[in-house]
C-alpha cells in the first residue's frame, strides 16, 4: 500500500465529503460539514485520512470519552477496495485511542452492510447483541 495516514486538515473538506457521498455514508439527516466543525471541536487527532499522491483516498472519525472508544466514518475509495486503506485507518485509530487509555472500541454498522459487518469481523471485532438508540439535541 502506497497510502500516507495523516490527521485531517481543513483543505481535505470536499474530498471527504465527496468520499462520504461516493461510499454511501451520508444521510440526509446528517450534514457532513457540520459533522466535520463538530469533530474538530473534539480530539481533531482522531480524524484521520488516508493520502495517495496529493488525493484523499480513505478517513476515519474516532472519539474517546474516557470509558469507550468509538469508530466511525470509515471510508475507502471504491476503486482502491482490497488495497488495505480501511484496515490501516482502522489500525492507526486504534492505536492512537490506545495511547489515549482506551480499553475498548465501539462502533455502529446498519444492518443491511454485511461487507463492512465482514470487515470488522476479519479485524477482531465482535457483533454484540445491543438495543442502538438515539437522540438527536441539535436539530441540523
Not at 473534539?42 to 470519552?65: I, T, W
Not at 471504491?78 to 488495497?83: D, I, L, S, W
Amino acid at each position: 500500500m502506497t497510502v500516507d495516514i495523516r490527521t485531517f486538515q481543513i483543505a481535505d473538506t470536499e474530498a471527504v465529503i465527496a468520499l462520504w457521498q461516493a461510499t454511501g455514508l451520508t444521510r440526509p439527516w446528517n450534514n457532513p460539514h457540520q459533522d466535520i466543525r463538530r469533530k474538530l471541536a473534539v480530539h481533531p487527532e482522531l480524524f484521520l485520512v488516508a493520502v495517495d499522491a496529493g488525493e484523499v483516498v480513505g478517513s476515519v472519525m474516532a472519539g474517546y470519552d474516557g470509558h469507550r472508544g468509538w469508530i466511525y466514518y470509515l471510508a475507502s475509495d471504491p476503486a482502491r477496495r482490497g488495497q488495505g486503506i480501511a484496515r490501516a485507518l482502522v489500525e492507526e485509530a486504534e492505536e492512537r485511542l490506545l495511547d489515549m487509555g482506551c480499553p475498548k472500541v465501539n462502533l455502529m454498522v446498519r444492518p443491511e452492510n454485511g461487507v463492512a459487518q465482514g470487515f470488522y469481523e476479519s479485524l477482531g471485532y465482535e457483533h454484540f447483541e445491543t438495543w442502538a438508540t438515539g437522540k438527536r439535541l441539535i436539530a441540523d
